[in-house]
Protein backbone atom coordinates (compact mmCIF):
# COMPACT_ATOMS: atom_id res chain seq x y z
CA UNK A 1 0.00 0.00 0.00
CA UNK A 2 3.15 2.83 0.66
CA UNK A 3 4.82 1.51 -3.14
CA UNK A 4 1.82 2.74 -4.51
CA UNK A 5 0.51 5.80 -2.46
CA UNK A 6 4.34 6.52 -3.33
CA UNK A 7 3.99 6.22 -6.70
CA UNK A 8 0.82 7.68 -6.92
CA UNK A 9 2.14 10.92 -5.53
CA UNK A 10 5.18 10.42 -7.55
CA UNK A 11 2.71 10.71 -10.70
CA UNK A 12 0.35 13.10 -9.56
CA UNK A 13 3.48 16.02 -8.91
CA UNK A 14 5.10 15.01 -12.23
CA UNK A 15 1.38 15.00 -14.21
CA UNK A 16 0.72 18.90 -12.50
CA UNK A 17 3.90 19.95 -12.41
CA UNK A 18 4.63 19.59 -16.46
CA UNK A 19 2.03 22.51 -17.53
CA UNK A 20 3.11 24.75 -14.86
CA UNK A 21 7.00 23.92 -16.02
CA UNK A 22 6.25 24.87 -19.71
CA UNK A 23 4.18 27.81 -18.61
CA UNK A 24 6.72 29.31 -16.52
CA UNK A 25 9.90 28.21 -18.33
CA UNK A 26 11.02 31.43 -20.87
CA UNK A 27 14.44 30.65 -19.70
CA UNK A 28 16.88 28.72 -22.02
CA UNK A 29 17.58 25.30 -20.32
CA UNK A 30 19.26 23.58 -23.20
CA UNK A 31 18.33 20.16 -23.46
CA UNK A 32 17.68 18.96 -20.15
CA UNK A 33 13.87 17.81 -19.97
CA UNK A 34 11.46 18.55 -17.53
CA UNK A 35 12.70 15.28 -15.36
CA UNK A 36 15.80 16.43 -15.40
CA UNK A 37 15.30 19.64 -14.27
CA UNK A 38 13.66 18.08 -11.15
CA UNK A 39 15.93 15.29 -10.51
CA UNK A 40 18.55 18.39 -10.56
CA UNK A 41 16.46 20.67 -8.02
CA UNK A 42 16.05 17.72 -4.97
CA UNK A 43 19.28 15.99 -5.41
CA UNK A 44 20.63 17.12 -2.45
CA UNK A 45 19.45 16.79 0.76
CA UNK A 46 19.59 18.85 4.19
CA UNK A 47 21.04 15.44 5.58
CA UNK A 48 24.02 16.29 2.72
CA UNK A 49 24.41 19.44 3.59
CA UNK A 50 24.69 18.91 7.10
CA UNK A 51 27.03 16.10 6.91
CA UNK A 52 29.33 17.46 4.30
CA UNK A 53 29.38 20.81 7.47
CA UNK A 54 29.93 18.34 10.15
CA UNK A 55 33.22 16.81 8.68
CA UNK A 56 34.56 20.19 7.60
CA UNK A 57 33.87 21.48 11.31
CA UNK A 58 35.26 18.21 12.94
CA UNK A 59 38.36 18.42 14.86
CA UNK A 60 40.51 16.23 12.92
CA UNK A 61 40.40 18.69 10.26
CA UNK A 62 41.99 21.61 12.78
CA UNK A 63 40.08 24.43 11.96
CA UNK A 64 41.40 24.11 8.09
CA UNK A 65 44.03 26.34 8.64
CA UNK A 66 45.64 27.03 4.92
CA UNK A 67 49.35 25.30 5.54
CA UNK A 68 48.52 22.90 8.49
CA UNK A 69 47.90 19.56 7.92
CA UNK A 70 44.58 19.93 8.89
CA UNK A 71 43.69 22.00 5.63
CA UNK A 72 45.57 19.07 3.76
CA UNK A 73 42.89 16.78 4.74
CA UNK A 74 39.76 19.08 4.10
CA UNK A 75 41.23 19.50 0.87
CA UNK A 76 41.49 15.45 0.23
CA UNK A 77 38.02 14.91 1.45
CA UNK A 78 36.68 17.88 -0.61
CA UNK A 79 38.62 16.35 -4.14
CA UNK A 80 37.41 12.82 -3.29
CA UNK A 81 33.66 14.11 -2.67
CA UNK A 82 33.95 15.93 -6.30
CA UNK A 83 36.03 13.33 -7.68
CA UNK A 84 33.16 10.50 -6.72
CA UNK A 85 30.41 12.94 -8.54
CA UNK A 86 32.43 12.33 -11.64
CA UNK A 87 33.89 16.19 -12.13
CA UNK A 88 37.38 15.97 -13.26
CA UNK A 89 40.51 18.30 -12.74
CA UNK A 90 40.65 21.69 -14.02
CA UNK A 91 44.50 20.98 -14.26
CA UNK A 92 44.64 17.48 -15.31
CA UNK A 93 48.52 17.52 -15.04
CA UNK A 94 48.12 18.65 -11.42
CA UNK A 95 44.76 16.69 -10.30
CA UNK A 96 42.61 18.65 -8.35
CA UNK A 97 44.98 20.81 -6.59
CA UNK A 98 46.44 24.11 -7.72
CA UNK A 99 49.23 23.90 -5.30
CA UNK A 100 51.16 27.47 -4.04
CA UNK A 101 53.74 28.79 -1.23
CA UNK A 102 51.66 30.09 2.20
CA UNK A 103 53.81 30.43 5.35
CA UNK A 104 51.60 30.02 8.42
CA UNK A 105 51.49 30.31 11.95
CA UNK A 106 50.33 28.04 14.99
CA UNK A 107 49.68 29.17 18.20
CA UNK A 108 50.04 27.05 21.05
CA UNK A 109 48.74 28.20 23.60
CA UNK A 110 46.42 31.28 24.56
CA UNK A 111 48.49 33.92 25.58
CA UNK A 112 49.13 36.45 28.58
CA UNK A 113 47.63 40.14 28.78
CA UNK A 114 47.95 41.76 31.84
CA UNK A 115 48.30 45.78 32.52
CA UNK A 116 49.97 46.90 35.83
CA UNK A 117 48.06 50.36 37.20
CA UNK A 118 50.05 53.04 39.57
CA UNK A 119 47.97 53.20 42.60
CA UNK A 120 50.29 55.74 44.98
CA UNK A 121 53.47 54.35 45.11
CA UNK A 122 52.68 50.68 44.37
CA UNK A 123 50.73 49.07 41.37
CA UNK A 124 48.02 46.90 40.59
CA UNK A 125 47.97 44.13 37.85
CA UNK A 126 44.84 43.34 35.98
CA UNK A 127 44.89 40.18 34.13
CA UNK A 128 42.43 39.65 31.31
CA UNK A 129 40.88 36.77 29.53
CA UNK A 130 41.49 34.68 26.36
CA UNK A 131 38.40 35.17 24.34
CA UNK A 132 36.73 37.38 26.37
CA UNK A 133 39.22 40.15 26.53
CA UNK A 134 41.97 39.48 23.63
CA UNK A 135 42.43 37.41 20.75
CA UNK A 136 46.38 35.82 19.73
CA UNK A 137 46.96 36.71 16.11
CA UNK A 138 49.45 34.25 13.63
CA UNK A 139 50.93 37.81 12.90
CA UNK A 140 52.69 37.59 16.36
CA UNK A 141 55.70 36.01 17.05
CA UNK A 142 56.63 34.20 20.28
CA UNK A 143 58.14 35.18 23.76
CA UNK A 144 57.29 37.41 26.64
CA UNK A 145 57.74 40.99 27.11
CA UNK A 146 56.86 43.66 30.00
CA UNK A 147 56.72 47.38 28.50
CA UNK A 148 55.30 50.81 29.03
CA UNK A 149 52.37 50.92 26.84
CA UNK A 150 52.01 54.00 24.37
CA UNK A 151 48.61 54.72 22.07
CA UNK A 152 49.57 55.56 18.46
CA UNK A 153 46.47 56.16 16.44
CA UNK A 154 46.54 53.59 13.45
CA UNK A 155 50.11 53.14 13.46
CA UNK A 156 51.02 54.64 10.31
CA UNK A 157 53.83 56.35 8.23
CA UNK A 158 52.48 58.19 5.65
CA UNK A 159 55.19 61.08 4.16
CA UNK A 160 53.06 61.31 0.90
CA UNK A 161 50.03 62.06 2.84
CA UNK A 162 51.90 64.40 5.71
CA UNK A 163 50.42 61.84 8.39
CA UNK A 164 52.84 60.12 10.14
CA UNK A 165 51.71 58.50 14.08
CA UNK A 166 55.33 58.12 15.07
CA UNK A 167 56.28 61.88 14.87
CA UNK A 168 57.58 63.15 18.37
CA UNK A 169 56.98 60.07 19.88
CA UNK A 170 59.39 57.78 21.31
CA UNK A 171 58.11 53.80 20.93
CA UNK A 172 61.63 52.66 21.55
CA UNK A 173 61.58 49.00 23.51
CA UNK A 174 57.90 49.55 24.14
CA UNK A 175 54.30 48.49 23.38
CA UNK A 176 52.06 50.31 21.10
CA UNK A 177 48.37 50.53 20.58
CA UNK A 178 47.12 50.93 17.43
CA UNK A 179 43.45 51.23 15.43
CA UNK A 180 41.90 49.21 12.56
CA UNK A 181 42.57 50.55 8.97
CA UNK A 182 43.55 54.66 8.35
CA UNK A 183 41.95 57.46 9.66
CA UNK A 184 40.62 58.29 6.68
CA UNK A 185 36.50 57.42 6.98
CA UNK A 186 35.34 59.23 3.80
CA UNK A 187 33.77 57.90 0.55
CA UNK A 188 35.66 59.95 -1.65
CA UNK A 189 37.56 57.34 -4.20
CA UNK A 190 41.00 59.25 -4.57
CA UNK A 191 40.95 60.02 -0.95
CA UNK A 192 40.77 56.41 0.01
CA UNK A 193 43.11 54.74 -3.35
CA UNK A 194 46.09 57.14 -1.35
CA UNK A 195 45.29 55.68 1.88
CA UNK A 196 44.61 52.59 0.69
CA UNK A 197 48.67 51.27 1.03
CA UNK A 198 48.67 51.50 4.69
CA UNK A 199 45.61 49.57 5.88
CA UNK A 200 47.40 46.01 5.65
CA UNK A 201 47.76 44.83 9.54
CA UNK A 202 51.02 43.39 8.75
CA UNK A 203 52.09 47.21 7.68
CA UNK A 204 51.10 48.08 11.40
CA UNK A 205 53.85 45.81 12.70
CA UNK A 206 56.43 46.83 10.51
CA UNK A 207 55.76 50.33 11.08
CA UNK A 208 56.12 49.95 14.88
CA UNK A 209 59.15 47.35 14.31
CA UNK A 210 61.20 50.22 12.33
CA UNK A 211 60.37 52.67 15.27
CA UNK A 212 61.84 50.06 17.87
CA UNK A 213 58.35 49.27 19.43
CA UNK A 214 58.39 45.35 20.77
CA UNK A 215 54.81 44.09 20.64
CA UNK A 216 51.60 45.44 19.21
CA UNK A 217 47.80 46.15 20.78
CA UNK A 218 45.41 45.69 17.98
CA UNK A 219 41.92 47.74 19.24
CA UNK A 220 39.94 45.55 17.15
CA UNK A 221 38.62 42.38 19.01
CA UNK A 222 39.02 39.41 16.50
CA UNK A 223 41.22 36.62 15.80
CA UNK A 224 43.17 35.90 12.33
CA UNK A 225 45.38 33.50 11.05
CA UNK A 226 47.93 35.97 9.40
CA UNK A 227 51.24 34.81 9.44
CA UNK A 228 54.03 35.95 11.41
CA UNK A 229 55.60 39.43 10.63
CA UNK A 230 58.74 38.90 12.63
CA UNK A 231 59.11 36.30 15.41
CA UNK A 232 60.31 38.64 18.26
CA UNK A 233 57.38 41.04 17.99
CA UNK A 234 54.07 39.83 19.95
CA UNK A 235 50.19 41.11 18.77
CA UNK A 236 47.35 40.31 20.91
CA UNK A 237 43.87 42.12 19.34
CA UNK A 238 42.22 43.61 22.32
CA UNK A 239 38.83 44.99 23.37
CA UNK A 240 38.12 48.86 24.14
CA UNK A 241 37.98 48.11 27.37
CA UNK A 242 41.44 47.10 27.52
CA UNK A 243 42.28 50.37 25.80
CA UNK A 244 40.00 51.98 27.98
CA UNK A 245 41.90 50.36 31.18
CA UNK A 246 45.26 52.15 29.70
CA UNK A 247 43.75 55.47 29.17
CA UNK A 248 42.67 55.85 32.59
CA UNK A 249 44.61 58.79 34.17
CA UNK A 250 45.88 59.90 31.15
CA UNK A 251 42.74 62.74 30.82
CA UNK A 252 42.16 61.23 27.03
CA UNK A 253 38.70 59.96 26.58
CA UNK A 254 39.15 56.92 23.83
CA UNK A 255 36.23 57.92 21.61
CA UNK A 256 37.36 61.59 21.54
CA UNK A 257 40.90 60.71 20.71
CA UNK A 258 38.91 58.35 18.04
CA UNK A 259 36.95 61.20 17.18
CA UNK A 260 40.06 63.90 16.79
CA UNK A 261 41.67 61.62 14.48
CA UNK A 262 39.25 60.99 12.33
CA UNK A 263 37.76 64.57 11.64
CA UNK A 264 41.27 66.32 11.67
CA UNK A 265 43.60 63.60 9.95
CA UNK A 266 45.92 64.51 12.42
CA UNK A 267 47.94 62.68 14.47
CA UNK A 268 46.94 61.94 18.61
CA UNK A 269 50.10 59.90 20.15
CA UNK A 270 50.70 59.68 23.68
CA UNK A 271 52.55 57.65 26.12
CA UNK A 272 49.74 56.35 28.63
CA UNK A 273 51.84 55.98 31.51
CA UNK A 274 51.11 52.50 32.13
CA UNK A 275 52.92 48.99 31.33
CA UNK A 276 51.77 46.08 29.88
CA UNK A 277 52.79 42.29 30.32
CA UNK A 278 52.37 40.16 27.31
CA UNK A 279 53.12 36.25 26.41
CA UNK A 280 52.78 34.14 23.52
CA UNK A 281 53.68 31.01 22.52
CA UNK A 282 53.60 30.43 18.39
CA UNK A 283 55.48 28.52 16.15
CA UNK A 284 56.04 30.01 12.61
CA UNK A 285 56.24 27.83 9.20
CA UNK A 286 57.97 29.88 6.39
CA UNK A 287 58.32 27.62 4.01
CA UNK A 288 54.57 25.91 4.17
CA UNK A 289 52.75 25.19 1.18
CA UNK A 290 48.62 24.64 0.20
CA UNK A 291 46.81 24.62 -2.81
CA UNK A 292 42.94 25.52 -4.12
CA UNK A 293 41.09 22.57 -4.76
CA UNK A 294 39.34 23.10 -8.71
CA UNK A 295 37.59 20.56 -10.86
CA UNK A 296 35.33 20.99 -13.05
CA UNK A 297 32.10 19.44 -15.41
CA UNK A 298 32.95 20.13 -18.87
CA UNK A 299 30.70 21.66 -21.42
CA UNK A 300 29.82 19.59 -24.48
CA UNK A 301 29.27 22.25 -27.47
CA UNK A 302 32.62 22.07 -29.13
CA UNK A 303 32.60 26.23 -28.90
CA UNK A 304 30.84 27.40 -25.75
CA UNK A 305 32.84 24.49 -23.62
CA UNK A 306 35.56 27.10 -23.27
CA UNK A 307 33.66 29.48 -21.32
CA UNK A 308 33.79 29.36 -18.30
CA UNK A 309 31.35 29.54 -14.85
CA UNK A 310 32.78 29.30 -12.19
CA UNK A 311 31.28 29.08 -8.28
CA UNK A 312 33.67 29.59 -5.43
CA UNK A 313 34.18 29.59 -1.78
CA UNK A 314 37.36 29.67 0.23
CA UNK A 315 38.01 25.83 2.54
CA UNK A 316 40.29 27.89 5.09
CA UNK A 317 39.70 29.12 8.40
CA UNK A 318 41.54 29.77 11.15
CA UNK A 319 42.84 26.56 12.80
CA UNK A 320 43.73 25.79 16.07
CA UNK A 321 44.79 29.33 18.21
CA UNK A 322 45.72 27.01 20.24
CA UNK A 323 41.40 25.69 20.59
CA UNK A 324 39.79 24.55 17.39
CA UNK A 325 38.16 27.45 15.80
CA UNK A 326 35.51 25.07 13.58
CA UNK A 327 34.79 27.58 10.94
CA UNK A 328 30.80 26.76 10.68
CA UNK A 329 29.78 29.31 8.53
CA UNK A 330 32.81 31.00 7.69
CA UNK A 331 32.90 29.25 5.74
CA UNK A 332 32.36 25.63 5.69
CA UNK A 333 28.69 26.71 4.52
CA UNK A 334 30.15 28.20 1.59
CA UNK A 335 31.90 24.93 0.39
CA UNK A 336 28.87 22.42 1.45
CA UNK A 337 27.02 25.05 -1.03
CA UNK A 338 29.93 24.59 -3.58
CA UNK A 339 29.59 21.12 -3.36
CA UNK A 340 25.77 20.82 -3.47
CA UNK A 341 25.83 22.46 -7.05
CA UNK A 342 28.56 20.40 -7.78
CA UNK A 343 26.61 17.24 -6.46
CA UNK A 344 23.32 18.61 -8.48
CA UNK A 345 24.65 19.23 -12.07
CA UNK A 346 26.74 16.40 -12.08
CA UNK A 347 24.93 13.61 -10.88
CA UNK A 348 21.47 13.98 -12.78
CA UNK A 349 22.09 14.02 -16.39
CA UNK A 350 22.55 17.55 -16.80
CA UNK A 351 23.63 18.65 -19.92
CA UNK A 352 25.91 22.31 -19.82
CA UNK A 353 27.23 23.40 -23.12
CA UNK A 354 29.71 25.86 -21.32
CA UNK A 355 31.98 24.53 -18.75
CA UNK A 356 31.47 24.81 -14.95
CA UNK A 357 34.60 25.03 -12.56
CA UNK A 358 34.15 24.38 -8.62
CA UNK A 359 36.98 25.96 -7.22
CA UNK A 360 37.81 25.67 -3.20
CA UNK A 361 40.10 28.83 -2.09
CA UNK A 362 42.74 27.96 -0.28
CA UNK A 363 44.52 30.78 1.88
CA UNK A 364 41.39 33.51 1.94
CA UNK A 365 41.78 33.99 5.58
CA UNK A 366 45.19 35.42 5.56
CA UNK A 367 44.63 37.77 2.00
CA UNK A 368 42.63 36.36 -0.48
CA UNK A 369 45.73 34.51 -1.37
CA UNK A 370 43.77 31.51 -3.36
CA UNK A 371 42.08 33.71 -5.38
CA UNK A 372 44.76 35.25 -6.57
CA UNK A 373 46.55 32.71 -7.72
CA UNK A 374 43.97 31.20 -9.89
CA UNK A 375 43.20 34.62 -11.29
CA UNK A 376 46.64 35.42 -12.23
CA UNK A 377 47.58 31.87 -13.23
CA UNK A 378 44.47 31.08 -15.36
CA UNK A 379 45.98 29.05 -18.30
CA UNK A 380 43.46 31.09 -20.97
CA UNK A 381 42.59 34.13 -21.72
CA UNK A 382 40.30 36.14 -18.36
CA UNK A 383 37.91 36.72 -20.93
CA UNK A 384 37.07 33.44 -21.19
CA UNK A 385 35.61 33.39 -17.45
CA UNK A 386 32.28 34.62 -18.35
CA UNK A 387 30.66 34.49 -14.73
CA UNK A 388 32.14 34.41 -10.89
CA UNK A 389 29.54 33.64 -7.87
CA UNK A 390 31.10 33.90 -4.90
CA UNK A 391 30.01 31.78 -2.11
CA UNK A 392 31.00 33.15 1.83
CA UNK A 393 29.13 32.70 5.00
CA UNK A 394 25.80 32.07 3.48
CA UNK A 395 24.08 29.84 5.93
CA UNK A 396 21.74 32.36 7.78
CA UNK A 397 18.24 33.78 7.82
CA UNK A 398 15.20 33.32 5.63
CA UNK A 399 16.04 35.24 2.18
CA UNK A 400 18.77 35.87 -0.14
CA UNK A 401 20.78 38.88 -1.34
CA UNK A 402 23.06 39.27 -4.81
CA UNK A 403 25.21 41.84 -5.35
CA UNK A 404 27.08 43.11 -8.17
CA UNK A 405 28.37 46.31 -11.16
CA UNK A 406 25.93 47.58 -13.45
CA UNK A 407 27.39 46.32 -16.07
CA UNK A 408 26.44 42.31 -15.01
CA UNK A 409 23.00 43.08 -13.72
CA UNK A 410 21.56 40.86 -16.04
CA UNK A 411 23.19 38.30 -14.19
CA UNK A 412 20.68 39.31 -11.28
CA UNK A 413 17.93 38.99 -13.03
CA UNK A 414 19.07 35.70 -13.83
CA UNK A 415 19.22 34.84 -10.61
CA UNK A 416 15.88 36.53 -9.72
CA UNK A 417 13.58 34.46 -12.36
CA UNK A 418 14.91 30.95 -11.14
CA UNK A 419 14.29 32.21 -7.61
CA UNK A 420 10.57 33.06 -8.33
CA UNK A 421 9.98 30.39 -10.48
CA UNK A 422 11.51 27.11 -8.30
CA UNK A 423 12.03 28.50 -4.32
CA UNK A 424 10.05 31.74 -3.51
CA UNK A 425 12.14 33.39 -1.10
CA UNK A 426 12.62 37.01 -0.49
CA UNK A 427 15.36 38.20 -2.71
CA UNK A 428 17.21 41.32 -2.55
CA UNK A 429 19.54 42.56 -5.63
CA UNK A 430 21.96 45.49 -5.78
CA UNK A 431 24.20 46.75 -8.59
CA UNK A 432 26.73 50.39 -8.56
CA UNK A 433 28.86 51.67 -11.01
CA UNK A 434 32.11 49.30 -11.80
CA UNK A 435 35.29 50.50 -9.93
CA UNK A 436 38.65 48.42 -8.67
CA UNK A 437 38.07 47.99 -4.92
CA UNK A 438 40.04 49.58 -2.83
CA UNK A 439 40.70 46.92 -0.13
CA UNK A 440 39.07 43.69 -1.39
CA UNK A 441 37.58 41.67 1.66
CA UNK A 442 36.35 38.41 0.07
CA UNK A 443 37.22 35.81 -2.85
CA UNK A 444 34.86 37.42 -5.67
CA UNK A 445 36.38 40.92 -5.43
CA UNK A 446 39.64 39.37 -6.76
CA UNK A 447 37.75 38.79 -9.67
CA UNK A 448 35.45 41.60 -10.33
CA UNK A 449 39.35 43.61 -9.80
CA UNK A 450 40.34 41.71 -13.04
CA UNK A 451 37.12 42.73 -14.63
CA UNK A 452 35.65 39.11 -14.59
CA UNK A 453 31.70 39.42 -13.98
CA UNK A 454 31.56 38.80 -10.32
CA UNK A 455 28.76 37.99 -8.07
CA UNK A 456 28.51 38.00 -4.20
CA UNK A 457 25.65 35.74 -2.99
CA UNK A 458 24.58 35.77 0.89
CA UNK A 459 21.60 35.19 2.91
CA UNK A 460 19.80 37.68 4.83
CA UNK A 461 17.27 37.55 7.74
CA UNK A 462 18.54 36.24 10.84
CA UNK A 463 17.33 36.86 14.05
CA UNK A 464 20.56 36.47 16.13
CA UNK A 465 23.84 38.04 15.60
CA UNK A 466 26.32 36.58 13.68
CA UNK A 467 29.45 34.57 15.24
CA UNK A 468 32.51 35.28 13.58
CA UNK A 469 36.44 34.53 13.84
CA UNK A 470 35.30 32.97 17.21
CA UNK A 471 35.05 29.40 18.15
CA UNK A 472 31.77 29.24 18.90
CA UNK A 473 31.00 29.31 15.18
CA UNK A 474 29.14 26.15 14.88
CA UNK A 475 26.31 24.45 13.75
CA UNK A 476 24.40 26.33 15.77
CA UNK A 477 24.12 28.87 14.04
CA UNK A 478 23.28 27.60 10.78
CA UNK A 479 19.98 27.12 8.76
CA UNK A 480 20.16 24.35 6.48
CA UNK A 481 17.18 24.61 5.26
CA UNK A 482 17.84 28.11 3.26
CA UNK A 483 21.11 26.50 2.03
CA UNK A 484 18.78 23.41 0.57
CA UNK A 485 16.85 26.64 -1.10
CA UNK A 486 20.65 28.57 -2.29
CA UNK A 487 21.57 25.36 -4.17
CA UNK A 488 18.50 24.99 -6.02
CA UNK A 489 18.49 28.47 -6.95
CA UNK A 490 21.97 28.49 -8.21
CA UNK A 491 21.95 25.18 -9.77
CA UNK A 492 19.01 25.81 -12.07
CA UNK A 493 20.60 29.51 -12.89
CA UNK A 494 23.62 28.00 -13.46
CA UNK A 495 21.96 25.22 -16.12
CA UNK A 496 20.29 28.24 -17.64
CA UNK A 497 23.85 29.99 -18.04
CA UNK A 498 25.48 27.49 -18.95
CA UNK A 499 23.37 26.78 -22.14
CA UNK A 500 21.82 30.20 -23.01
CA UNK A 501 23.15 31.46 -26.69
CA UNK A 502 24.98 34.58 -24.94
CA UNK A 503 25.45 35.35 -21.21
CA UNK A 504 23.79 38.86 -19.91
CA UNK A 505 27.01 40.92 -19.39
CA UNK A 506 28.22 44.04 -20.41
CA UNK A 507 31.99 45.38 -20.30
CA UNK A 508 32.91 47.87 -17.43
Known amino acids: MKSFTASFALSFLLMVSTPLLRAEAPADYGSNDRDVLIQALHAVSENDISGWMHTMISPEMRGRLAGDIGYDMAADWAAGKLASWGLTPFFPEKGFFQAFDQPYTLIKDKGRLE ?6 DESFTKRYSYGDDYWPWGISGSGEIRAEVVYVGHGITAPELGYDDYAGIDVEGKIVIAELGVPYKGNDYDSLLMWQPYVDHSNKVRFALENGAVGLLFAYHVASPRPTVDQDFLFLAVTDEVVRDLLKGTGKDLDEVRDHIQTTLTPMSFSTGKEASMALTSVYHPDGKTANVVAMIEGSDPVLRNEYLVVGAHLDHLGMMPVLFPGALDNASGVALALGIAKA ?6 ELKRTLIILLFGAEEVGLVGARQFVERFPYPKEQIRMMINLDMVGRGNAFFAVTADPWQGLLEVLENNNERWVHRPFMTRSSPWQPPIRPRTDGMVF ?24 EDTMDQIDIEIMRDVIKVLSMSIIELGNRPEIPIDSP
Open 115 to 120: VHLPIG
Open 345 to 350: LATTGV
Open 448 to 471: YQAKIPAITFGTRGATTPTLYHVP
